[in-house]
């Protein structure tokens, strides 16, 4: 069983940053597919981000590629999300989950694990 625990969400305004965390409770996060989605109110969840388990693979949704960059510390069980230019559309909850695989994935049913998800505010 892996836990997934996500921190660092607040509210900023447009333009502005925000980093979040994804600390996993599991022994070696290195045989996990990470990503990134995330839910606005009234919408389904939607692909972020994803990472190989070398962190050297990473795919992005158009909507944030150039904006927002993913990484992994496998050492530390962590993976992150650097938001930079925030938009009030990105505004939504923003979940970390893995997969156990060895190919990214970008479709949520793929993904094993969920964190309970932290909230993204941006305000114009």
């Known amino acids: 069983q892996v836990q997934l625990v996500e921190s660092g969400g607040g509210s900023v305004q447009a333009g502005g940053s925000l980093r979040l965390s994804c600390a996993a409770s599991?022994?070696?996060?290195?045989?996990?597919?990470m990503g990134w989605f995330r839910q606005a109110p009234g919408k389904e969840r939607e692909f972020v981000a994803t990472?190989?388990?070398?962190?050297?693979?990473?795919y992005y949704a158009d909507s944030v590629k150039g904006r927002f960059t993913i990484s992994r510390d496998n050492a530390k069980n962590t993976l992150y999300l650097q938001m930079n230019s925030l938009k009030p559309e990105d505004t939504a909850v923003y979940y970390c989950a893995a997969a156990f695989g060895t190919t990214t994935q970008r479709t949520s049913n793929k993904y094993d694990y969920w964190g309970q998800g932290t909230q993204v505010t941006v305000s114009s």
């Open positions: 990472i190989s388990r070398s962190g050297i693979s990473k």
């Open positions: 599991v022994s070696t996060l290195s045989n996990y597919i």
